[in-house]
């Protein structure tokens, strides 16, 4: 289908730079003590965030207490919940949707404002996403009137955690929280008045109270960094500089799709992590993945880092139509890729070996000319000669995707590929951008050629999600 949202907006009026990509391996997460506060009755919660893995519970916000904790968290079902207990006596609040939340291609603004001092249970706890009220609950359980919450008093508050553990894979931005009052989504975002879509506010001048803050995550050597003017700055633990990016709610790269990251022959999927952009195999047997954005038009660019054993990789487009279970890469049509050994697949033929290879650390340019229907391969940035302009054909889609596979072999460690469209899971040691000036490649982006992100595809392209 084609992109909405955030997604597909060429000129949003306001731009966020940057944000913070969470990596569960990594064990990563903010941590910060809050003060007295203004309110404990009183405030509003406001962030962004794509998703990276589904069917697992995952803390976003929460507050270390044991027993005594709230939080909010996606549940094994891709829900979303608020929960409070504020005594060991039991829930003192619950919301949960019945809405789930599985687009790992897009980003969504969630609001939570409470104010247990309104005389009516259901506006004691407001749950927004992308704009709007979210009426349709799984389950609601609003607190007593005049009860204090946990949250924004003076314990320990979590961000990608709970109690030090159980870490989140997700990206976030634009994270706010306001003490003091309960603020409705307008003081965050807006609808774009051409395409009606819900895009994100200048928030600076809003009153944050005392324990308020703002994380916007633009200074890479303090990721915890407060900007609200209360200086009420987080702990940043296991994060570094590589994990300051630019795919934002205004600018939505493509990563890899884990709902399309499958095997061969037993449905195993390849591992994805670093905001699935890195990608290994778990099994004896090719694991095929593809992207989140594919194309019908247009001339887009990106690059992959390969590691580990260079037979074992493969690196490409597919056809939107192409069923990646239907075989090894070898044999899949409406597929056009290389292997780090010098073999070439087109739509499910393969060569012989050709030279140069590919070495451990080497990185490998792919150039998707849509309007020639070809696709071209790059050796640390020189184009090979074996791999110049190869056809894409076969399937049954005129939309191609970026796409992958690995191969692990029984007891040896597995090939990783570390994709790179332009916020790299990796330190990139130069730093080139396209002709928009979007992406931190390694090596000069081909004349022409574009990063696969949506303010992109909006000016040269259809943009698709799979």
């Known amino acids: 289908m084609i992109i909405l949202g955030t997604n597909s907006i060429k000129d949003t009026g306001f731009n966020v730079d940057n944000s913070l990509r969470f990596n569960s391996g990594s064990s990563d997460y903010l941590t910060r003590t809050f003060g007295t506060p203004t309110s ?52 003192d609040a619950e919301l949960t949707t019945s809405q789930v939340f599985r687009d790992v291609s ?18 004691r706890i407001k749950l927004y996403v992308n704009g709007s009220q979210v009426t349709a609950l799984g389950a609601a359980t609003y607190p007593s009137q005049n009860d204090s919450s946990r949250w924004n008093t003076a314990v320990a508050h979590e961000i990608g955690a709970r109690n030090g553990g159980t870490f989140v894979n997700l990206y976030m931005a634009e994270v706010c ?77 493509a990563t890899l799709n884990p709902l399309i990251s499958i095997g061969s022959d037993s449905g195993n999927a390849q591992v994805l992590s670093q905001g699935n952009l890195t990608v290994a195999g778990n099994q004896a047997s090719w694991c095929h993945s593809r992207g989140t954005f594919g194309a019908s038009s247009g001339k887009w ?39 780090g050994d010098g073999q070439y697949n087109i739509n499910g033929s393969i060569t012989g070996s050709q030279s140069p290879t590919f070495s451990s650390g080497d990185i ?12 071209s391969f790059y050796k640390n940035g020189t184009i090979l000669s074996w791999g110049t302009n190869l056809a894409i054909s076969g399937g049954t889609d005129d939309v191609w995707l970026p796409a992958s596979a690995v191969y692990k072999s029984d007891g ?41 992100n949506t303010k992109n595809l909006a000016e040269y392209g259809w943009c698709y999600v799979y």
């Open 40 to 91: 404990s009755q009183k405030w509003t919660l406001s962030f962004w965030v794509k998703r990276c893995k589904l069917g697992s519970t995952e803390f976003v916000f929460n507050t270390d207490g044991g027993n005594e904790e709230d939080r909010l968290q996606f549940n094994s079902g891709d829900t979303l919940t608020w929960y409070e207990q504020n005594s060991s006596a039991g829930t």
């Open 106 to 123: 897009a980003w969504y603004h969630i609001v939570l404002a409470r104010d247990s001092t309104q005389g009516t249970a259901s506006n």
């Open 177 to 253: 929280f306001i003490d003091g009052s309960q603020l409705d989504p307008t003081s965050f975002g807006e609808f774009d008045e051409d395409s009606g879509i819900w895009k994100p506010i200048d928030v600076s001048g809003l009153t944050f109270g005392t324990n308020g803050f703002y994380l916007d995550f633009e200074d890479s050597s303090a990721l915890g960094n407060d900007v609200s003017g209360n200086d009420n700055d987080f702990t940043v633990n296991n994060l570094t500089a590589i994990d300051q990016s630019t795919d934002t709610c205004t600018n939505n790269f």
């Open 301 to 339: 660019y990106w690059e992959a880092k390969l590691t580990g054993t260079m037979g074992n990789v493969n690196i490409g487009v597919s056809n939107a139509g192409t069923n990646m279970f239907g075989g090894t890469v070898q044999s899949l049509s409406g597929n056009t890729s290389i292997y």
């Open 364 to 375: 490998c340019g792919v150039a998707l000319n849509m309007d020639d229907n070809t696709v």
């Open 412 to 452: 040896a460690s597995s090939p990783v590929i570390e994709f790179n469209f332009g916020s790299p899971p990796y330190t990139i040691s130069s730093g080139n951008t396209d002709g928009n000036g979007y992406g931190n490649f390694e090596y000069a982006v081909p004349s022409g050629y574009y990063a696969l």
